[in-house]
């Protein structure tokens, strides 16, 4: 997309929220690019935002937003979740996924330890579940033609 539109990008800056910085890292690396904080005025640059709407909740919200609102020449907004359902104030350039409830990746930005939806087997109690029975799975069957004795059938 950036190449077809011309633009040559010299960095990637992820916005502050923890939810932007996540993807913004991820995108530095794919395009081979440096990560750096995000600054309104800086030109030729790739600015990652995981969901607008949830960065405005943020302390820095409102600035940014209204930062965003007035991009720099070169800068190209790139979000990976919009809500189709309450657009944010500033239109991206490419959207990833348009979508109507969405959470951050990444553990809940409490700080804490993950809660239990985050644990692996916490549904369980950490124990393994067993897989249930394959339909392709050879059988055990009794047949007249064998005598009533078991036979292995596939």
């Known amino acids: 997309m950036l190449a077809a539109g011309g633009v040559r990008p010299r960095s990637v800056s992820p916005l502050p929220d ?3 910085r996540i993807p913004g890292l991820a995108a530095a690396g794919v395009l081979d690019l440096p990560a750096e904080p995000y600054e309104a005025g800086r030109q030729d640059t790739v ?3 995981h969901d607008l709407g949830a960065t405005a909740d943020e302390e820095e919200g409102p600035r940014v ?3 965003l609102r007035h991009r720099a020449p070169g800068q190209v ?3 990976h979740a919009c809500c189709w ?3 944010p104030a500033a239109t991206a350039a490419s959207v990833t996924l348009l979508h109507q409830s969405a959470v951050a990746p990444g553990p809940p930005a409490s700080g804490g330890a993950p809660t239990e939806a985050w644990s692996p087997g916490s ?3 950490g124990r393994r579940r067993r897989s249930p029975r394959r339909p392709w799975a ?3 069957r009794r047949t007249r033609a064998t005598g009533g004795r078991p036979r ?3």
């Open 65 to 67: 937003r209204e930062q």
């Open 85 to 87: 359902t309450d657009p």
């Open 123 to 125: 549904r369980t109690g």
């Open 47 to 49: 600015v990652i935002a």
């Open 138 to 140: 050879p059988t055990r």
């Open 18 to 20: 923890r939810g932007s």
């Open 77 to 79: 907004l790139h979000e």
């Open 152 to 154: 292995i059938r596939s």
